[in-house]
T-cell receptor, first 118, second 108 residues
Framework: EAGVVQSPRYKIIEKKQPVAFWCNPISGHNTLYWYRQNLGQGPELLIRYENEEAVDDSQLPKDRFSAERLKGVDSTLKIQPAELGDSAVYLC????????????????FGEGSRLTVL | SQQGEEDPQALSIQEGENATMNCSYKTSINNLQWYRQNSGRGLVHLILIRSNEREKHSGRLRVTLDTSKKSSSLLITASRAADTASYFCAGGGGKLIFGQGTELSVKP
């Protein structure tokens, strides 16, 4: 079974340019997360989706960041315009429905998208 | 904001030795999880301990949880060079909040 797939793996852009990251979660996982991980730090939650609904976006900088999860499967995270401080690894993760009987609490992560803003 | 703080931030040991990492967290949790991250890769789930459990084993891993002290420890026994990675604790009551991580280096 395929894991969480993210693209692109690496992206280098000039500041003020837009950038988008794509995530395909594990089939059957209703919950999807976007985390940002700065160098030497732990991941920080940006947004969490239950199906197509964003249930926690309190840490998402909404002036420049946006996310969507149309049809409750794939998700896209966009930054426009990018700033130097946005350089980080953007991690997508998925899990089973937290309310379901099969929920174990385990998150499955993709390999991440490393963004460098020059 | 970070939920947990791992201690030490970095740990270097020889192959065959045991490695112990500690984690302290701030808020009430339903469970506490430990993840591993190899350089340049995503995180991989290692083990989960529920708030009503005190100790859990999985292979060479042993996790303890003390909810009164809001702390957890991860013990890796008989470490191998392949255990070299960063280790993160994560706790939460609905969403996982990760700590800063412990960078473990196991020298052959």
């Amino acid at each position: 079974e395929a894991g969480v797939v993210q693209s692109p793996r690496y992206k280098i852009i000039e500041k003020k340019q837009p950038v988008a990251f794509w995530c395909n979660p594990i089939s059957g996982h209703n919950t999807l997360y976007w985390y940002r991980q700065n160098l030497g730090q732990g991941p920080e939650l940006l947004i969490r989706y239950e199906n197509e609904e964003a249930v926690d976006d309190s840490q998402l900088p909404k002036d420049r960041f946006s996310a969507e999860r149309l049809k409750g499967v794939d998700s896209t995270l966009k930054i426009q315009p990018a700033e130097l401080g946005d350089s980080a690894v953007y991690l997508c993760a998925s899990s089973l429905d937290q309310g379901g009987t099969s929920y174990t609490g385990e998150l499955f992560f993709g390999e991440g998208s490393r963004l460098t803003v020059l | 904001s970070q939920q947990g703080e791992e201690d030490p931030q970095a740990l270097s040991i020889q192959e065959g030795e045991n490695a112990t990492m500690n984690c302290s967290y701030k808020t009430s949790i339903n469970n506490l999880q430990w993840y591993r991250q190899n350089s340049g890769r995503g995180l991989v789930h290692l083990i989960l301990i529920r708030s009503n459990e005190r100790e859990k084993h999985s292979g060479r891993l042993r996790v303890t949880l003390d909810t009164s002290k809001k702390s957890s420890s991860l013990l890796i026994t008989a470490s191998r060079a392949a255990d070299t990675a960063s280790y993160f604790c994560a706790g939460g009551g609905g969403k996982l909040i990760f700590g800063q991580g412990t960078e473990l280096s196991v020298k052959p």
